[in-house]
């Protein structure tokens, strides 16, 4: 950016969706050159952390062991997600599902999905009651927990703690009997601390608004990534995640989600990246379907 003083963009280099020649990723804990690209085809070094994003707040993340976690599985109608996405197989095997709150652009494809993988979906604990309850889940696969819980699927090395967000959660099912809509209870809307084996912490915020314990996070998980979203209207501006990146959480990487969807969703990652001035915090725009190594 001309301007010196603001936080520079991180060069990606990116390689097409679906080509066809393997690259290999650059580490960006110690590059300032990350790489960006579309998983198929693409060959990514071992041992590392791979964050996807398919749009909105949907996430595939890749743990150093090889496990895969999907966040937020927006997918089959989702405008922003690549068209080779469109389908949940096209995810690969899924371990773990994690879905933040009920609304349907977070929570759309995710029983599914759990289904497909034969994967639980951990939520808040009132939307997975009431999916067992309607018997859109087993219970098996839409374990409870809640917030300041954490908790160890995929083994003792990763360990995923619910935290506060300030949304909604309403859960709008179609009852197959009436074929009309009805509201069910959704749980609190969380957000989710990802502590991966080799202690790299990942803070999906979901939708959220700003809020004081912010700060509280930063200073008890110190996240070293922020998926964080900055469209505005249901959730934080870019101005707001300025300010819960820059002044609250101070984590080293951001990957600004959850904007351009829809009209209402206005912000974007220049305007976040010019609204946090000096920060030290390296932003990573990225264009769904691709993906960054750490």
């Given at each position: 950016?001309?301007?010196?003083?603001?936080?520079?963009?991180?060069?990606?280099?990116?390689?097409?969706?679906?080509?066809?020649?393997?690259?290999?990723?650059?580490?960006?804990?110690?590059?300032?050159?990350?790489?960006?690209?579309?998983?198929?085809?693409?060959?990514?070094?071992?041992?590392?952390?791979?964050?996807?994003?398919?749009?909105?707040?949907?996430?595939?993340?890749?743990?150093?062991?090889?496990?895969?976690?999907?966040?937020?599985?927006?997918?089959?109608?989702?405008?922003?997600?690549?068209?080779?996405?469109?389908?949940?197989?096209?995810?690969?095997?899924?371990?773990?599902?994690?879905?933040?709150?009920?609304?349907?652009?977070?929570?759309?494809?995710?029983?599914?999905?759990?289904?497909?993988?034969?994967?639980?979906?951990?939520?808040?604990?009132?939307?997975?009651?009431?999916?067992?309850?309607?018997?859109?889940?087993?219970?098996?696969?839409?374990p409870r927990f809640n917030k300041g819980g954490t908790i160890t699927p995929l083994g003792p090395n990763i360990k995923i703690t619910a935290t506060h967000a300030e949304h909604s959660?309403?859960?709008?099912?179609?009852?197959?009997?009436?074929?009309?809509?009805?509201?069910?209870v959704g749980g609190e809307p969380v957000g989710f601390i990802i502590e991966l084996e080799n202690g790299f912490r990942i803070y999906h915020m979901g939708d959220t608004g700003l809020?004081?314990?912010?700060?509280?996070?930063?200073?008890?998980?110190?996240?070293?990534?922020?998926?964080?979203?900055?469209?505005?209207?249901?959730?934080?501006?870019?101005?707001?995640?300025?300010?819960s990146t820059r002044d609250m959480l101070r984590p080293k990487f951001a990957i600004p989600i959850h904007y351009g969807t829809i009209p209402q969703l206005k912000g974007t990652p220049?305007?976040?990246?010019?609204?946090?001035?000096?920060?030290?915090?390296?932003?990573?725009?990225?264009?769904?379907?691709?993906?960054?190594?750490?």
């Amino acid at each position: 950016m001309k301007n010196k003083n603001r936080i520079f963009y991180i060069t990606l280099i990116i390689v097409a969706a679906f080509a066809t020649a393997a690259c290999s990723t650059t580490d960006v804990a110690s590059s300032s050159a990350p790489v960006a690209a579309s998983t198929a085809g693409t060959t990514f070094a071992p041992g590392k952390v791979t964050v996807q994003w398919l749009g909105q707040a949907a996430t595939k993340i890749t743990t150093p062991t090889g496990k895969v976690i999907v966040i937020d599985p927006w997918l089959l109608t989702n405008p922003k997600v690549p068209e080779g996405y469109k389908r949940l197989d096209a995810l690969g095997k899924v371990d773990l599902i994690l879905v933040t709150h009920a609304h349907a652009d977070h929570f759309a494809d995710a029983p599914e999905l759990a289904k497909l993988n034969n994967a639980p979906m951990y939520g808040p604990a009132g939307l997975n009651q009431s999916l067992v309850t309607l018997g859109v889940l087993p219970a098996a696969l839409a374990p409870r927990f809640n917030k300041g819980g954490t908790i160890t699927p995929l083994g003792p090395n990763i360990k995923i703690t619910a935290t506060h967000a300030e949304h909604s959660s309403e859960l709008v099912w179609r009852n197959p009997a009436t074929g009309k809509d009805e509201t069910h209870v959704g749980g609190e809307p969380v957000g989710f601390i990802i502590e991966l084996e080799n202690g790299f912490r990942i803070y999906h915020m979901g939708d959220t608004g700003l809020f004081g314990d912010m700060r509280l996070i930063g200073d008890y998980y110190k996240p070293d990534l922020l998926l964080i979203p900055i469209g505005g209207h249901y959730v934080m501006d870019p101005r707001d995640a300025a300010v819960s990146t820059r002044d609250m959480l101070r984590p080293k990487f951001a990957i600004p989600i959850h904007y351009g969807t829809i009209p209402q969703l206005k912000g974007t990652p220049e305007e976040y990246i010019s609204a946090m001035g000096t920060s030290p915090t390296r932003i990573i725009p990225m264009k769904p379907g691709e993906a960054v190594q750490f």
